[in-house]
């Protein structure tokens, strides 16, 4: 018995540092051994190695051992989903909801997992409850992770995404000490050390790329710290060369990142993942540097007391949303999300899409779990309003694809006017995206990242405004774009513009992306939050221009 615990404690270790592959090494010489916490530590380990299909019988062993482990349920849902198979790994969410009626985390998660496989019969009625609970929960608990990224793609009160938020960073930051304070100090130049587990072939690095590319080296520093794969793309290289080092901290925990950094001299830590999946964001939570940021990677507030901002505009955060954050709101003059000038789109043909040449060519390369049954009652309204257009949606995987068809044709529409994109690499997918005609954008979640690409291709993006960060980015990037006509403020314009712009010649997009100005904008506001702490003031709001 001891030695089993031994043995728990060790992967429980590792796991902890996110050596998932070093936890299988330990746990599967032992994998006959009937113990709940092996099998299901065993198959976790399996699934975040990436071994998702090994991982199903561990966890299955697990709950034979155990039925009521909620924990070897949402497991069990992860691998699942990775699998595609999005409607078992609901079901999973929905007994973890039955054994939990009285927790966020597992309201949220079988919210999450119906829009993942576009299963709306209890929408309302997750919503409902979902929100009851939030609005439970004593304002100070600590006692669970809450989801915030499902509620942000779910219509929400910002006052709740807040509270869910604090509450979640609570869970994540416990035990998480911090280290000894340091002081900002007037310099001459400033080391600013980026967090993210996307330095590679994705879509951060692909919005960062080029702004870091035209940063002053004069008087900035950056350092990469990256918990995220070593691909070897040309993205991934030409990120790494943009900045002065690339420090690899996957096999660090929070506590050990925030030495590193700390050892490092940072003086700005900026995390670019908040509350989205695979972020180490409680990195921060040991106060590495003296100002801590938090940008781009979450839609919204990280309910931390530990980051000092969270950069965003005029649009996504006006100062009359500052009750709802955490962090101070530090706004960039221009669109908050950056671009890539250099990108260059060689449209693919329609044959080659199965795309009809004489179609009305109707683009959602939003994910499935953005589609809410008001936003396809729009988009099924104008399938109507033109007979000759169709949906290209991209795949939500066999099952939500199935299901989307089936509620077009109980909204009678035919169930083959949906065409259906498989998932591709990023340049190839940002070439096919030039076959459209128009995008139409999600709400309350906007497409973000899948809005820029949209107008990179040339593709008009319609939006329905909305509240809240992520009901605004679209807004953001449009009116960045010179296009704020096609913003619209009701669901009734939304379809209108949308049928108007199906029926006329494409519009031409301008050019929006000015990375040099960008760089020069953002390292301002740098400048401006290291100013306030080198002075011993408190942060603060930092408007647009002041």
Same mark, same amino acid.
């Given at each position: 018995?001891?030695?089993?615990?031994?043995?728990?404690?060790?992967?429980?270790?590792?796991?902890?540092?996110?050596?998932?592959?070093?936890?299988?090494?330990?746990?599967?010489?032992?994998?006959?051994?009937?113990?709940?916490?092996?099998?299901?530590?065993?198959?976790?380990?399996?699934?975040?190695?990436?071994?998702?299909?090994?991982?199903?019988?561990?966890?299955?062993?697990?709950?034979?051992?155990?039925?009521?482990?909620?924990?070897?349920?949402?497991?069990?849902?992860?691998?699942?989903?990775?699998?595609?198979?999005?409607?078992?790994?609901?079901?999973?969410?929905?007994?973890?909801?039955?054994?939990?009626?009285?927790?966020?985390?597992?309201?949220?998660?079988?919210?999450?997992?119906?829009?993942?496989?576009?299963?709306?019969?209890? /929408?309302?009625?997750?919503?409902?409850?979902?929100?009851?609970?939030?609005?439970?929960?004593?304002?100070?608990?600590?006692?669970?992770?809450?989801?915030?990224?499902?509620?942000?793609?779910?219509?929400?009160?910002?006052?709740?995404?807040?509270?869910?938020?604090?509450?979640?960073?609570?869970?994540?930051?416990?035990?998480?000490?911090?280290?000894?304070?340091?002081?900002?100090?007037?310099?001459?130049?400033?080391?600013?050390?980026?967090?993210?587990?996307? /330095?590679?072939?994705?879509?951060?690095?692909?919005?960062?790329?080029?702004?870091?590319?035209?940063?002053?080296?004069?008087?900035?520093?950056?350092?990469?710290?990256?918990?995220?794969?070593?691909?070897?793309?040309?993205?991934?290289?030409?990120?790494?060369?943009?900045?002065?080092?690339?420090?690899?901290?996957?096999?660090?925990?929070?506590?050990?990142?925030?030495?590193?950094?700390?050892?490092?001299?940072?003086?700005?830590?900026?995390?670019?993942?908040?509350?989205?999946?695979?972020?180490?964001?409680?990195?921060?939570?040991?106060?590495?540097?003296?100002?801590?940021?938090?940008?781009?990677?979450?839609?919204?507030?990280?309910?931390?007391?530990?980051?000092?901002?969270?950069?965003?505009?005029?649009?996504?955060?006006?100062?009359?949303?500052?009750?709802?954050?955490?962090?101070?709101?530090?706004?960039?003059?221009?669109?908050?999300?950056?671009?890539?000038?250099?990108?260059?789109?060689?449209?693919?043909?329609?044959?080659?899409?199965?795309?009809?040449?004489? *179609?009305?060519?109707?683009?959602?390369?939003?994910?499935?779990?953005?589609?809410?049954?008001?936003?396809?009652?729009?988009?099924?309204?104008?399938?109507?309003?033109?007979?000759?257009?169709?949906?290209?949606?991209?795949?939500?995987?066999?099952?939500?694809? *199935?299901?989307?068809?089936?509620?077009?044709?109980?909204?009678?529409?035919?169930?083959?006017?949906?065409? /259906?994109?498989?998932?591709?690499?990023?340049?190839?997918?940002?070439?096919?995206?030039?076959?459209?005609?128009?995008?139409?954008?999600?709400?309350?979640?906007?497409?973000?990242?899948?809005?820029?690409?949209?107008?990179?291709?040339?593709?008009?993006?319609?939006?329905?405004?909305?509240?809240?960060?992520?009901?605004?980015?679209?807004?953001?990037?449009?009116?960045?774009?010179?296009?704020?006509?096609?913003?619209?403020?009701?669901?009734?314009?939304?379809?209108?513009?949308?049928?108007?712009?199906?029926?006329?010649?494409?519009?031409?997009?301008?050019?929006?992306?000015?990375?040099?100005?960008?760089?020069?904008?953002?390292?301002?506001?740098?400048?401006?939050?290291?100013?306030? *702490?080198?002075?011993?003031?408190?942060?603060?709001?930092?408007?647009?221009?002041?």
């Amino acid at each position: 018995m001891d030695a089993l615990k031994d043995l728990l404690r060790n992967a429980l270790h590792e796991m902890g540092r996110g050596r998932y592959a070093e936890a299988v090494a330990l746990l599967e010489p032992h994998a006959q051994v009937a113990s709940n916490e092996l099998q299901r530590y065993l198959g976790e380990s399996l699934r975040r190695c990436g071994r998702v299909q090994d991982a199903i019988g561990p966890l299955m062993q697990a709950l034979a051992l155990k039925i009521d482990d909620v924990d070897a349920y949402l497991q069990l849902a992860f691998a699942l989903q990775t699998l595609q198979m999005k409607a078992e790994a609901a079901e999973c969410f929905r007994t973890v909801a039955a054994l939990r009626p009285d927790s966020v985390m597992a309201l949220a998660y079988q919210a999450h997992g119906d829009q993942q496989c576009a299963r709306w019969s209890d /929408f309302d009625d997750n919503l409902r409850a979902l929100h009851a609970v939030i609005r439970a929960k004593p304002d100070d608990a600590d006692d669970e992770f809450g989801v915030p990224f499902a509620l942000a793609t779910l219509p929400h009160e910002a006052a709740d995404l807040l509270k869910v938020a604090r509450l979640s960073t609570r869970f994540l930051s416990r035990g998480i000490a911090p280290l000894p304070p340091v002081k900002a100090v007037a310099k001459p130049k400033l080391r600013i050390g980026y967090l993210s587990s996307d /330095f590679h072939a994705h879509a951060t690095a692909a919005l960062m790329v080029e702004v870091l590319e035209h940063r002053d080296r004069e008087r900035f520093e950056v350092l990469l710290f990256s918990h995220g794969p070593d691909d070897g793309s040309a993205l991934q290289q030409r990120i790494r060369a943009a900045c002065e080092r690339f420090i690899d901290v996957g096999d660090l925990d929070p506590a050990g990142i925030a030495a590193r950094m700390r050892a490092e001299g940072v003086d700005i830590a900026v995390d670019l993942k908040g509350h989205t999946a695979g972020s180490r964001f409680t990195a921060l939570a040991a106060r590495p540097a003296p100002v801590q940021v938090a940008w781009l990677g979450f839609p919204g507030t990280c309910g931390a007391d530990f980051i000092d901002y969270v950069i965003g505009d005029k649009i996504v955060t006006p100062l009359r949303d500052a009750p709802f954050y955490s962090e101070r709101i530090a706004q960039l003059p221009r669109c908050y999300q950056p671009g890539d000038s250099t990108r260059r789109i060689e449209p693919t043909p329609r044959a080659e899409l199965g795309l009809p040449d004489d *179609a009305i060519v109707l683009l959602s390369a939003n994910t499935v779990l953005k589609i809410t049954p008001a936003v396809f009652d729009a988009w099924m309204t104008i399938l109507h309003r033109l007979p000759q257009a169709l949906l290209w949606q991209l795949s939500g995987g066999e099952q939500a694809d *199935a299901q989307l068809r089936a509620e077009a044709a109980s909204r009678g529409i035919a169930p083959e006017r949906l065409v /259906f994109m498989p998932p591709l690499g990023m340049a190839e997918h940002w070439n096919r995206l030039a076959a459209a005609d128009v995008a139409l954008d999600t709400w309350p979640c906007n497409g973000h990242t899948t809005t820029s690409d949209a107008l990179a291709a040339g593709v008009p993006v319609v939006t329905l405004r909305g509240d809240g960060f992520a009901s605004r980015v679209a807004e953001s990037l449009l009116v960045q774009a010179g296009l704020p006509e096609l913003v619209c403020d009701t669901t009734e314009a939304y379809v209108e513009k949308v049928c108007a712009l199906a029926l006329a010649s494409k519009p031409a997009i301008p050019a929006w992306i000015d990375s040099p100005a960008f760089a020069r904008d953002l390292e301002a506001l740098y400048e401006r939050m290291w100013a306030r *702490a080198a002075a011993g003031q408190p942060p603060d709001a930092l408007p647009a221009g002041g």
